[in-house]
């Protein structure tokens, strides 16, 4: 594909990745030995190597349950219509008076896509193979965060009250079920070798694992999944990766669910002001940085500048964290200026020329549905969780 790469220093991303390198030695090692003497090594049986959880991929297992299941999953406006659910869209209803009770045709389109010839040979024709890397790169980031997304959404099922709530989370462990199953399956099919996490995205994610209570809302809902939504942004537009609009749906319902959680059940003005827990907010927070530097060079491979991608990440995130009441340390309009300045000042060291710019402004989003999904999110604000992540009704 015709895509202007933008220009790096090469001496800077040699040096990203090799810090790196020395840093995810140190973690693995440091967690090894702590689980070996009891003391509580990794938090989670995700073997990141290999992309998949501890005890293998057991795809038989997961195609008799975990698909059939969907196949199989019904609706109650459907079998009992006298309730007050209204929960099948338009597309469904056109299945339901077809007696077709299976996934949405767009849902059974993109799975057939996936695992077809076809599909595999659109990449190839359409991507170097330096732009595959690249894509697989940045997607695997996210593909490993939804093995977590998953883990932390069904340990919140513990920590949320009223029933509504806990269908509410219930949704969204199927639904990060289904974004790494698929996900695994989507950058299988640009045949070219998967990374491990990288230690900036294993401190991230075991931080957010490890958080205690509803403060994961924070660091999944509000922090990761807002990395998630503004990655499938930036991709949905190219060829070949439209299915990445459904996961940004499911994700912009996802960063809507705390702010929704807490008009029901607030949290106290000590547990959103308390100096230890905005410490800790922005601690959890901070792997994402050096992560971004290590995405500089396959992001740029795709046209994407790495400092507008993460000026967009952290005003969404101070957005919505200040939306739920998870506060941080310092007001955001501090905050977001102190991270420009920063950025700036990496920029001055690492780029020939540069002039001062305001990165928090930046939008990295391409594509018209994602854009005006994102909208309705950081704009519209308010009340907003009950539309979010909708289809328009022309294309649902």
Not at 203 to 225: D, I, P, S
Request: hydrophobic share 40%.
């Amino acid at each position: 594909m015709d895509l202007t790469e933008l220009p790096i220093n090469a001496r800077a991303a040699r040096i990203n990745r090799r810090v790196e390198h020395l840093v995810n030695r140190a973690v693995r090692l440091r967690d090894r030995v702590r689980g070996r003497l009891g003391l509580g090594g990794r938090a989670a049986d995700y073997d990141d190597e290999r992309y998949e959880f501890v005890g293998g991929p057991n795809d038989e297992m997961r195609k008799r349950h975990y698909d059939k299941s969907l196949r199989l999953l019904w609706k109650a406006e459907q079998h009992a219509p006298w309730t007050t659910f209204r929960d099948l869209t338009e597309a469904e209803r056109a299945v339901r008076d077809m007696a077709e009770q299976a996934m949405s045709p767009a849902d059974k389109q993109a799975r057939a896509r996936l695992g077809s010839r076809e599909f595999r040979e659109l990449l190839d024709r359409t991507y170097t193979p330096r732009q595959k890397q690249a894509l697989v790169n940045i997607l695997s980031a996210i593909g490993h965060g939804e093995a977590y997304a998953w883990l932390v959404s069904a340990t919140n099922l513990r920590d949320v009250r009223s029933s509504g709530a806990k269908a509410a989370v219930t949704m969204q462990v199927l639904e990060e079920a289904k974004h790494f199953v698929v996900m695994r399956e989507l950058i299988g099919a640009f045949d070219v070798p998967v990374p491990r996490q990288s230690a900036w995205e294993y401190l991230l994610l075991e931080g957010v694992l490890r958080a205690r209570g509803l403060e994961k809302f924070y660091g999944m809902n509000v922090l990761v999944e807002t990395i998630a939504l503004s990655i499938f942004g930036a991709l949905a537009h190219l060829p070949g990766l439209e299915i990445l609009r459904l996961f940004h749906l499911d994700e912009s319902r996802h960063t809507a669910l705390p702010q929704s959680y807490f008009k029901d059940f607030p949290m106290s003005k000590w547990q959103q002001r308390s100096p230890l827990a905005r410490s800790r907010r922005l601690r959890m927070a901070l792997p994402t940085l050096p992560l971004i530097l290590l995405l500089e060079e396959d992001l740029a491979v795709l046209g994407v500048d790495a400092f507008d991608f993460a000026g967009s990440i952290l005003r969404k995130v101070v957005h919505l964290s200040e939306r739920a009441g998870f506060l941080l340390p310092r007001p955001a309009p501090e905050m977001l200026a102190r991270f420009n300045k920063l950025f700036n000042a990496y920029c001055k060291l690492t780029r020939p020329g540069h002039q001062f710019r305001d990165f928090m402004t930046a939008d990295t989003s391409r594509d018209a549905e994602v854009a005006r999904v994102e909208h309705e999110v950081f704009v519209v604000g308010d009340g907003v969780s009950e539309r979010v992540g909708e289809r328009p009704r022309a294309q649902a």
